[in-house]
């Protein structure tokens, strides 16, 4: 059978008993089955179920194959698209089915992330991944290397990035309406699932409908518990990256692009202390803490200083900036940035939603002059955005390409290495002693190393489990 590929860019006929109607005789809008894109999925119940809908909207992609550990979780996109084959392994949908895929979409547990993408774009597929790109600072490093190497145009899965918000944040700090900025706090709300907690020792029995050791994947082995899965991963090292993964490349997305950040110098953090009794403390260190303020430092830019961003999360919130009037939200449900310029201050919520600005001379915030165009239908615009980039090919325009992901995926991640950093421990007597607390550490982003404090090393790649 012919393959989709052929055709992505010059809709030729690729083999004899193939052809294709001219569209004048389909009809209008009507799409040759030629000119979409082949998707396979990875993970397709939660985030996947909406990354699926929505790029199957666009009327620009064919849904190929389907893949979940989870047959529950996958049985609603399954019954919508019942003509693509469904495995549960990634490495056999990609082996089975490689010459029907063009782009692969993949929404599963973090700790999974780089495997699966690594596989497919080994095979040269474009690649659309949730957020965070990766689990670990290597492993995102590495996807961003591969995309360039292979030429795949990529896109990860923070939304914000097509937002109209975040483009006009855009416009505003690069026209220097806000003035220079030298501080930046931004937060969220998360976690909204149980996180500072002690890992479950119980087992229970693997329901008939999951694959578990697929699902563990490159995780160290551990008996099941409905306490990981569905969602719950997000709150277990294993297999999540807790509260600042989950909304850093959101929120922190929001700054780091307008002020052009790169890599960060430096990061320190305070998080959430435990204690099960009067003066006795408890360390839950498979987990992330219930909460932790996160301070990273940026080195000059050009003609842009030093900037310094303070991540919030577990409800934990920056103090309400002076030229804030009073009862004006602080950002929305779901958290917040406010960035702080020598002209003014500039706040908005999540996903760079509803930005205003407020200056210091209360003059009227001129219009912008040089607005990037406006992704069609915004965030819900961003897989469309990039099936239409894979079919331009390599060079096309994506709003948030691992050109730019990666970068700032390992930004987010380096507050995850100062709190596993914090929470590295040896009990002395009937106290503990936290080696890595109370620290600055420093950070050679080019080759990733933490200079003054080698501990926090460990933390930058991981282990995987035998045969993965």
Sequence with gaps: MSTRRKFIKKALVGSAGFFILPRHVLGRGFVAPSDKLGIAAIGIGGKGTSNLTNSFASNGANIVALCDVDDRRAKPMREQFSEAPYVRDYRDMLDKHHKDIDAVIVSSADHMHYSQCMAAMDLGKHMYIEKPLTHDIWEARKLTEMAANKKLVTQMGNQGASGDGT??????VQEGIIGEVKEVHAWTNRPVWPQGIPVPKNTMPVPKEIDWNLWLGTAPWRDYHEAFMPTRWRGYWDYGTGA????????????????????PTSVECSITNTYKDFFEEVVYDETPPASSVIHLEFPKRGNMPAVELHWYDGGIEPERPDLLPANEPLGDWGGGVIMKGSKGILICGTYGSNPKVFLNDFSEVPEVKNMASLVDNGMSGHQAQWINACKEGYGAYTSSPLSKAGPLTETVL????????????????????FPGRRKKLFWDGENMNIT???????FIKRDYRKGW
């Design 244 to 263: 600042l993964g989950d909304m850093g490349c959101h929120l922190i997305d929001v700054p780091f692009r307008a002020l052009k950040l790169g890599y």
């Design 167 to 172: 483009r006009w944040i855009d416009a505003v």
């Design 414 to 433: 380096m507050g995850n290495l100062a709190i596993r950093s914090a929470l590295l421990h040896e009990k002395v007597e009937n106290r503990y002693n």
């Design 452 to 458: 003054n404090f080698d501990m926090a090393n460990q």
